[in-house]
């Protein structure tokens, strides 16, 4: 006689999903930290050296922790140098340098309220580049976020925009979210690889690449005070490190569709840092946001008509999620 066992779908322990969330809130606690310490950062440092420190220092911890934990065949892996290069220049450098160039015109606030807005915009370079299909909610998704974006760089003056045009800070930051949609698009067509092995390997080019332009320009610039210092180590460990394995050690319990939804929280955390360090803020800041949020939101929820590739999880492509 033959038995018939009835199975059931396993179930995510609680305890594993707890600490998958908790990983989540901390990768992107660490990546709003990289505004908000940036931006002081770049009161002492040049955007091009702090670039260059950052993944000098986090260079060594990376490829420890991508042998340890993912083990990778480096051949494999170096074999895609083509792609390794396009998504170091087009991400680690790019929208990095970017970013940091803006903050010395602009407030990590603003800077994370205008990030916010990356979401719809890799969504539309899917859909214009990788023939990806949008439904209305996306584009309706889109369009709100637009105009929470619009609010932010206005102040709350549209009219007032179309005159006067954009601030130094607000066009770094509009370059560096673009910077980072190429690198998303790059990272979907290119061939998946470890994340952490990856990023590694991408700090080296970023290294590589950007020496010869330190060097001519005299060299990096060393942090000079204890601050300077801090400043530089947290970005160096927390937002180029820890936030990555986090990430990735989230994705191995919850889905990355869903855990994508946390990346919102990076602007909360930043709004949040804003108010408790007593810095300035505008109802325009905090409306435009909100705006912004809520339209990428629609965005993501089953945005796309047709299924992305495996940009997430434990080998992905080789692009990353955030900076």
Do not use: C
């Not at 594993?16 to 930290?33: E, N, R, Y």
């Not at 220092?57 to 396009?86: D, H, M, S, T």
């Not at 903050?103 to 990590?108: G, M, P, S």
């Not at 023939?131 to 609010?151: D, H, K, P, Q, Y």
Request: no cysteine; net charge positive.
């Amino acid at each position: 006689m033959t038995v018939t066992v009835a199975t059931t779908p396993k179930r995510t322990p609680r305890r594993s999903l707890t600490v998958a969330v908790a990983s989540l809130l901390g990768a992107t606690l660490f990546w709003a930290g990289n505004y908000v310490v940036g931006a002081g950062a770049v009161e002492s440092i040049d955007p091009l050296s702090l670039v260059l420190l950052r993944w000098s220092l986090a260079l060594v911890p990376l490829l420890a922790i991508a042998q340890l934990v993912e083990r990778p065949q480096w051949r494999q892996v170096l074999a895609a140098w083509p792609w390794l290069i396009a998504l170091s220049v087009s991400g680690l450098l790019g929208y990095n340098l970017l970013l940091y160039t803006a903050l010395e015109h602009t407030d990590a606030f603003n800077a994370s309220l205008i990030n916010a807005f990356n979401p719809a915009l890799i969504t539309l370079a899917a859909a214009a580049f990788l023939r990806e299909r949008l439904t209305r909610r996306a584009v309706g998704g889109v369009l709100i976020a637009l105009v929470g974006v619009l609010l932010v760089l206005s102040n709350g003056d549209v009219g007032k925009l179309l005159h006067a045009g954009f601030g130094t800070g607000e066009l770094f930051m509009i370059g560096a979210i673009t910077a980072w949609s190429t690198y998303a698009i790059i990272g979907r067509l290119a061939p998946p690889l470890p994340p952490i092995t990856a990023t590694a390997i991408q700090a080296a080019i970023t290294i590589v690449v950007l020496t010869p332009f330190s060097l001519a320009a005299g060299g990096p610039a060393l942090p000079s005070g204890q601050g300077a210092i801090a400043s530089l180590a947290f970005i160096a460990i927390f937002p180029s490190v820890l936030s990555y394995l986090l990430w990735n050690r989230a994705l191995t319990v919850i889905p990355a569709g869903k855990a994508g939804v946390f990346l919102n929280l990076i602007t909360v955390f930043t709004a949040l840092f804003t108010i408790l360090s007593g810095h300035p803020y505008t109802v325009a800041q905090v409306a435009g946001g909100v705006i912004v949020i809520a339209g990428i939101l629609l965005t993501s929820a089953r945005g796309l008509g047709a299924k992305a590739g495996p940009f997430f999880g434990r080998r992905r492509r080789a692009g990353n999620l955030e900076p």
